[in-house]
């Protein structure tokens, strides 16, 4: 047993969700949190956790928040070093910025180097675990995976197959995929926090083949998350008609080959039939808002107030690089902005929510990460209300927790972050 850690601030968890019933109602604030052996060992009154543990090492917050690190659950960390890429919708997008710069992973001293400055990136952010995409290359896999071990961060991720409509060079096979995918699988998953998703791209990059080959394995391994994307652009909606003229819709192209499932996270899910959106809440599947990036590529607006009404479960990401940041805070900003624009406008408690609870739920990882509470993995994040002249002069006027939070989340970054703790280790502030 190593010795235990106390955090005083404002302590914010969530009891419940913020969707159901008055949203701030949801949180419980306590004054302090314990921390040892990298898990959360209580919450409470500091006087009380002094008290129960009279030896422990003190870090005193003030009315800084404390709060579950950030979990971001559909990210490219590929994609790192092309971000904000100018001018281009989805397909060019891909084509014009993003193959040839996943074209780079082929070697495996680009893919460390890239993997090392993404974690120290959102890292910074208060983004504490992801699920990424990596690049074809099993190499890409074993370079992020190699990076978050080194730092005891709970990360998700597999390689991306891809086995058509991707240039030389960035294309495996059917049965390739399924080899390198198992290999990787049989690894890492579940090694130290590791775990690992199965990846097809998206449709239009897979034959039809390739996504049988991919849900074999993924029937043959059930546990395992399986990640891809859904209904992001119309264009790509008519491509998707196009390659699959037997389908339904877009969701059918997965369902066909065993690729629809409650293990399964489906990015972006924008313009859904209405089958579909029965279809993903009957089998469990989580959605992920990615709200930088749909404005930022131009896809449209996520409708989070009709399928959260519909029960769906929900995460929200970044989508780096696609999407324009590496911060849950800017993130949750975007969200607000695109529920302003459907008449739908998030409470600060159901942004926070969705950045850490909501996010954990839909990598089926809320038992271990994304609220404080006792048992729970010890990764968190503490926010400074008050990080910027603009920001402290908006929450000085607050009377109360959302609306002194409210400024940080529209306004913030990384200057808000003062402390990151993951697995109970700090790498930021101190
Ligand atoms: N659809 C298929 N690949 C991608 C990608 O890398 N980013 C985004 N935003 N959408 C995709
Ligand atoms: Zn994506």
Redesign the pocket.
Known sequence: MSAVTILTGRVLSFATTPFDGAPGAAARLDEAVALQDGRILARGTAEELRAAHPQAVRHAYGDKVICAGFVDPHV?YP?TAMIASWGKR?ID??NSY?FPE?MKFSDPAYAAEIAARYLDLTAAEGTTTMCS?CTIHPGSVDALFTEAQRRGQRVVAGK?CMDRNAPEGLRDSAQSAYDDSKALLERWHGVDRIAYAITP??S??STPEQLEALGALWAEHPGCLMQ??LS??TD?IAWVKGLFPQARDYLDTYEQFGLLGANGLY??AIHLEPRERDRLREVGAALVH?PT?NTF?G?GLFDMAGLMAGGHRIGLAT?T???SSFSMLRTMAAAYEIGQLRGTPLHPAQLMWLATVGSAQALRMDDRIGNIAPGMEADLVVLDLASTAAIAQREAEADDLWEALFPTIMMGDDRAVAEVWIGGRRVKGG
């Open positions: 490219h994609q989805l997008w891909l993003t996943e995409f991306t791209r998206f239009p990059t891809t994307h992001e652009q790509e990015g972006h990615c990036s590529i896809s989508d690089g696609g999407g």
